[in-house]
């Protein structure tokens, strides 16, 4: 099997076949431009001292500052955060924002930390990295296991070692520190209106569509919310501990207080089922909303979805790829589909520089026009090219990269005019 890393570049060389730019750009999007390794230190409740392995990359900065989430997860590692800043580069390009990608992580478990522990982890975090991010060099928002209350602690520690307030240094803050009103729905609300554009242009019917969801998280509950909202019927959802199911669709009011108060979305009614099984599911739309590589060459001929829409990052394996293409099911790809949170994450950047905020209502509608902008760019270029919706992206975003590069004029493959 091919890393991560591997298998997620494989995609470059795809979309390359599909556009007549120079494949000087595929070079430069190789390998990270730089990568960090730190040891976190974290002095446990107990009195332990522990180090645990951290990580920040800046992937790729053509487009502007890196831009990207920390995820606390035990399983990061150096290959997973290159692959998912790799993700944020050519996500941020397919929403023409004016980000590279970058992104970090700890190997930690959080489920076994304490609110005090986790502030000092994620103040040690800062310590270590504060030398790498900055609001015009590398921005850190939030992923996996992190919240705003994790990122207003960073933003401190951030202020404390400069002996300066720098509000634009990490986005996804809690709304008291500068944080953008909508951040915290933003990538469910994206997604959904990444769906919503394209079951437009299918001619598909919302109502009564089923829909299953993969993690009860921060972006997989939301999307959820909003599609229950709309008319589909929401059958099935789970989280690491497994999924429930059902097929007159689940009340989400009592998932989300069942998640809650216990734990889990498998302590609310509703027949359990494995993670493995929510992937086969006989469903209209499957949304993957938890971790990389759930969807591979093994499973890939068992799902049932027409539809996959890719919260989460890297849900699909590259290897899966022909299977789904070939079978007809149609993926909102990662780079499209998940990148509500960083437009306004973008948004918070921008706001924060100006010290002038922005209504929710403002907010919402500036995120629904560009996922709506991005999503018909993407479907018009699959359509012209008579390809996939994910090489689409992926050609969009080359073509973003290389002509920046070229207007930059100082990457080494551009030199001279070229
Ligand atoms: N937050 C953001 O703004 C963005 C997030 N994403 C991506 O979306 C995905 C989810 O992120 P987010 O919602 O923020 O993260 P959260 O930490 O809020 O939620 C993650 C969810 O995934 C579940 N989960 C973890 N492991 C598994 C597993 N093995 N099988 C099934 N479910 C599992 C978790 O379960 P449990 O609750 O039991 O731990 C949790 O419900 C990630 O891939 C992330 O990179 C993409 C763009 C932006
Ligand atoms: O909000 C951001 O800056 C980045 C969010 C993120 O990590 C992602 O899109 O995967």
Known sequence: M???????????????????ISDDIAQQLAQPDTALKVSVPLRHDDGAMKLYPGYRVRYD?????SKGGIRFHPDVNADEVSTLAFWMTMKCAVLNLPFGGGKGGISIDPKQLSPA?????SRAYIDKVADFIGPDTDIPAPDVNTNPRVMGWMMDQYRIINRAEERAVITGKPVEMGGSLGRTTATG????????????????????ATVAVQGFGNAGQQFARLCADAGYSVVAVSDSRGGIYDANGLDLDAVAKAKQSEGSVTDAQGEKLSNEEVIALDVDVLAPAALESV???????????????????GPVASEADATLVNNGVQVLPDILANAGGVTVSYFEWVQNRQAWYWDAETVAERLESRMVDATQRVAERANALDIDYRTAAYVLALEKLESAARARGTSAFFRDGA
Do not use: C, Y
């Open 2 to 20: 091919p890393s991560l890393f591997d298998g997620a570049s494989s995609r470059i060389e795809a979309a390359l076949e599909h556009t007549t």
């Open 61 to 65: 900065n053509t487009l502007g500052p």
């Open 117 to 121: 522990e986790m502030e000092r982890l």
């Open 189 to 208: 609300d994206g997604a959904f209106h990444a769906l919503q554009t394209m079951m437009q242009r299918w001619g598909r019917k919302a109502q009564g």
């Open 295 to 313: 969807i591979t060459a093994e499973n890939s001929a068992d799902v049932r979805a027409r539809v996959i829409v890719e919260i989460a990052n």
